[in-house]
């Protein structure tokens, strides 16, 4: 039987999403008309989750809508940008109220925690897949271009927890309900690192968010900004969830495991104390230094080589 | 054999986009940073062609590509907005170098064409998908909900191209090689009716693109302008590839096959001969009139009933 069709999907589901400062005219016309904020840069990102690669088909679907709206304002975070709209391409194989209720549900409740507002869509049908476009704005935004030999590198908090968390998601292993709980609240609910980005904006001279694993995410700061790294692997912040989950495995989630969200920044050397000030939770990991776009690391005053190196989205 | 992965997909194809005014920051980091011009509103739409339903997953990358970024270019003539900016995500089966050097080509060249820059992107596996969103700029956007009782209805140019053209898409039907090429054209190369937005912005009430079929889209500006609509069926600009094609059924698929991308739009008694000499190409089709955001046809002084009710993508 067939399902409602595109109009009343937008209609019924999507047409009373939370709108914010700056949305004109919101979904129902051929464009949004959205108002920048004055004397701002916008910062847009765009990613798509796949059903079976980057969430199970048959997850939660208010947990599969928050996850899609958060990895996009993770992305905002590590450019410093403040969130303002966003949009969803959403395909479904078939139209179902009831996933499509608790989408809906997830979505708005994720969008009115962060402030950001829907303001366009497209729904088609196919394999179930969903894009998520926001845009923010920044006065004083972060690249990753800006990292110089004698900065240190920090992390904004622990690591590992969702790499350790994706056998549980994946129903690969039998947990405790709590640890049950806490694994799908660390894959699905990561934490756009927003209020440290807007703590550390004008100190930090580089920043990118964890989604492909730290060291592969330190590596593109160095690579774009023409310097290597060493870190010091004993000093990374294991989450707890990651040592209950993976036991002695955890180190190396932590060093290499996607899906986390923190941020890894750079912060020159006169300004420590400052930034451990403004952001309290963040841990130093390493120093930047001159080079040719390598991490190099070092574990109990050997060189450490990771068995993976990061997550490969093909 | 697996091929490049995504950063290399990235690197390879997208990151020497063309890249005009106001992007600071382009493809490679968390975000892409923009100025918006000072003293306009942005437009934003966003849609998704999916292989099999949208176009055939065999067909020309250069094409669909085209295809891609031009149905979202008209979204932005609907408003008359100015081009900026677009993004990518693409979902590939496999990542095929041909293939996507081919799209690669294409969608830069549409790209050019039409001044915008690609500014950010992502590339997943999974069945073929491409979704594009595009961002302008308007200091006088035009919406649906303007038409007003007695203002004339207008089309932008000839309509029922795209849908005459489907069934050779398809491989349905044997044409000649000379209607072959027109209808490769007419289907996968709309002309987004930027030119006409600008003439007509500050005249026209309100407008919409002709993506889901004449009708249908018209009654989208009658339900959100709260006013009905009266057309002349006879006097719909049929499209000559239409008549070529589809003989005695051209003039249906005028009034209600989608894909063709001109404009719908409505402009008030007192302005018309104006309007005719603003856009000479614009053809008059009907009245709006009082009423509850039908669309009443007429032809030869007849009650005219569409035989289909215009494209529903579900």
């Known amino acids: 039987m067939p399902g409602p069709g595109e109009f009343d999907i937008i209609r019924d589901y999507f047409s009373g999403a939370p709108q914010g400062a700056g949305v004109v005219l919101g979904i129902g016309d051929d464009c949004a008309l959205l108002q920048p904020p004055a004397g701002e840069l916008l910062a847009t990102s765009v990613?798509?989750?796949?059903?079976?690669?980057?969430?199970?088909?048959?997850?939660?679907?208010?947990?599969?809508?928050?996850?899609?709206?958060?990895?996009?304002?993770?992305?905002?975070?590590?450019?410093?940008?403040?969130?303002?709209?966003?949009?969803?391409?959403?395909?479904?194989?078939?139209?179902?109220?009831?996933?499509?209720?608790?989408?809906?549900?997830?979505?708005?409740?994720c969008a009115r925690e962060y402030g950001v507002s829907l303001v366009g869509g497209d729904t088609t049908k196919g394999p179930l897949s969903i894009t998520v476009q926001v845009t923010g704005s920044s006065a004083a935004p972060l690249r990753r271009d800006g990292a110089r030999a004698g900065d240190a590198v920090y992390v904004s908090g622990p690591l590992g927890a969702a790499a350790a968390a994706l056998p549980v998601i994946l129903g690969q292993c039998e947990v405790s309900d709590r640890e049950h709980r806490r694994a799908l609240a660390a894959y699905y609910e990561p934490v756009p690192q927003l209020h440290t980005a807007a703590a550390i904006g004008a100190i930090a001279t580089s920043a990118v968010d964890i989604s492909d694993g730290l060291l592969a995410d330190l590596g593109h700061i160095c690579r774009a900004s023409g310097v290597s790294a060493e870190v010091q692997i004993d000093a990374l912040p294991v989450a707890e969830l990651a040592r209950a989950l993976a036991g002695e495995r955890a180190l190396e989630l932590a060093a290499t495991g996607g899906d986390d969200y923190q941020l890894c920044f750079t912060v020159p050397a006169d300004k420590l104390a400052e930034l451990e000030a403004l952001a309290p939770g963040a841990v130093r990991i390493g120093t930047v230094i001159a080079g040719d776009g390598r991490v190099h690391n070092r574990l109990n005053g050997e060189n450490w080589a990771a068995a993976s190196a990061g997550y490969q989205h093909f």
Chains 1, 2 share one sequence.
């Open 47 to 109: 990613d798509t989750l796949v059903a079976g690669r980057h969430f199970p088909a048959d997850g939660d679907p208010a947990l599969i809508a928050s996850r899609a709206l958060r990895v996009n304002l993770s992305d905002l975070a590590a450019m410093n940008a403040r969130p303002l709209w966003f949009t969803l391409a959403l395909t479904l194989p078939e139209s179902d109220a009831d996933w499509l209720q608790a989408f809906a549900d997830g979505l708005f409740m």
